[in-house]
């Protein structure tokens, strides 16, 4: 049995080396940037490159003419700030550097074809085009060990998501949150308690695995798989099950549920909600979310991001004690006190919120002319800035989940878990669309 382990918050340190702090310094760097050439007159749309929709294929090398000195503007930067990150994050350049050129060609390609109008008509747009794309390189190819120091899966959609809160006004945040960390924390009570109860009662699962799939299953996946498998000192594998799960799940949820909502005819608010209590993983409800629409990107983001992932910190340290006091057989170790919901709590969410508020702030100081202009030259750049870094996550996962090591899961836990979806996805719907439908569509 694993000895107990005591967590550290790192102190000052934690800020340049932790993912969390720098995905928040990334984030709101470049949309500090983009308000200093607001202010100076110019703007970040000369490298915040998107594709145009378009039918025939001799649009291509005419987007390229016109577009490469962006792209390449675009891949510098990019390169620069996470090449900086990972360096001090304590990873080998050698092998991130030549890893990302590959994982940016890769997204370029699927920019171009997720504009094709023959796939938008088929939902096959950039994010879930990555995810497949990712999903069949990475299962049948063989891709070399390095190639795993540039998929940072969790840090490039942590800072696509401190973009994204400069995108929301703090308003309707604030106006919203408060439901969505409500709805958020009756589904995710009660799927964690089903999949901890039918684990431990019906398959035998030790309490502290149960505890870990339930998260995984509830709150963040495959964060709070970490964080609290952590917290409750769970078996290494037992944590390496769990994101499996996840993972497992949330892919399926990319596609189910866009296609669930499409053929009920949700709108788009309650649509994003539903997504939002009933994804596994940040990333893969970003990119499900996306093929219904940008209200539905707000929406899920209000729910998952506001209302689940928030509450990580204190899910951490309930179990942490819990774990100490009922589970854990040991005779000296140290207690968990309220630092551990500090160390905990995904700092990406505060970057979020401090992104949000300084862009309100920005815009309620200027004439509505001005705001029309913050909008095109920040608020736009910004967004195209943050799907690059999504698609650059939904690649990581495609290239990271292999179907084989799925399947050594086992099957106690993958039915415990699956009792936990088959609870949360209808729970999801009840609240999202029956009971609090008018709400998420008043958005």
């Known amino acids: 049995m694993n000895q107990p382990k005591t967590v550290s918050s790192g102190g000052i340190s934690e800020l340049w080396k932790k993912e969390d702090w720098w995905a928040v310094w990334l984030g709101m760097g470049i949309v500090i940037v983009a308000l200093i050439f607001w ?18 294929f001799s649009a291509i090398p005419v987007f390229f003419a016109e577009k490469i000195g962006g792209l390449i503007g675009l891949f510098i930067v990019l390169i620069v700030v996470f090449s900086i990150a990972v360096k001090i994050l304590g990873h080998d350049l050698k092998e ?34 990555a995810l497949i794309i990712g999903m069949i390189l990475g299962n049948f190819i063989k891709t070399p060990k390095w190639l795993d120091t540039s998929l940072r899966t969790e840090f490039y959609v942590k800072t696509g998501i401190v973009l994204l809160g400069a995108t929301l006004p703090f308003t309707l945040i604030m106006s919203s949150g408060p439901v969505a960390f409500l709805q958020a924390t009756i589904i995710a009570v009660t799927t964690w308690l089903v999949i901890y109860f039918v684990g431990t009662r019906f398959f035998g699962l030790d309490k502290r695995f149960a505890a870990t799939l339930g998260a995984g299953g509830s709150i963040c996946g495959v964060s709070a798989s970490i964080a609290v498998g952590s917290s409750v000192n769970a078996e290494s594998d037992h944590v390496s099950i769990s994101i499996a799960l996840v993972v497992i799940y949330a892919t399926i949820m990319v596609f189910l549920l866009p296609i ?16 939002g209590t009933s994804e596994f993983a940040d990333a893969a409800g970003m990119a499900a979310a996306a093929q219904i629409s940008d209200k ?6 209000l729910m998952k991001v506001v209302g689940r992932d928030m509450f990580i910190g204190v899910w951490c340290f309930i179990l942490a004690i819990i774990s100490v006091t009922k589970w854990e057989k040991r005779e000296e170790g140290t207690k968990p006190d309220a630092k551990e919901i500090w160390f905990r709590f995904p700092k990406f969410v ?8 300084l862009m309100t702030l920005v815009i309620a100081s200027v004439d509505p002319s001005s705001a029309e202009v913050i909008n095109s030259d920040v608020t736009s750049p910004v967004k195209t800035l943050r799907t690059w870094c999504f698609v650059l996550c939904f690649l990581c996962i495609g290239l990271t989940t292999r179907f084989k090591e799925l399947a050594k ?20 719907y009840i609240f999202s669309v029956l009971l609090l439908g008018a709400f998420w569509a008043s958005l």
């Open 39 to 56: 202010a100076a007159g110019g703007s970040l749309k000369s490298i915040a490159i998107s594709v145009p929709s378009y039918d025939a």
């Open 96 to 129: 991130f550097i030549p890893g990302f050129i590959i994982l940016f060609l890769l997204a370029v390609l699927v920019q171009v074809l997720g504009s094709w109008n023959p796939m938008k008509e088929y939902n096959l747009e950039a994010p879930v085009l």
């Open 260 to 275: 669930l909502i499409h053929a009920l005819g949700l709108p788009d608010g309650p649509a994003g909600a539903w997504i």
């Open 296 to 301: 539905a990107v707000e929406s899920f983001t």
């Open 409 to 428: 899961a086992g099957l106690k836990p993958f039915l415990a878990f699956t009792t936990g979806v088959l609870v949360n996805v209808p729970l999801g």
């Open 350 to 357: 505060l970057g979020f919120f401090v992104a949000s508020i």
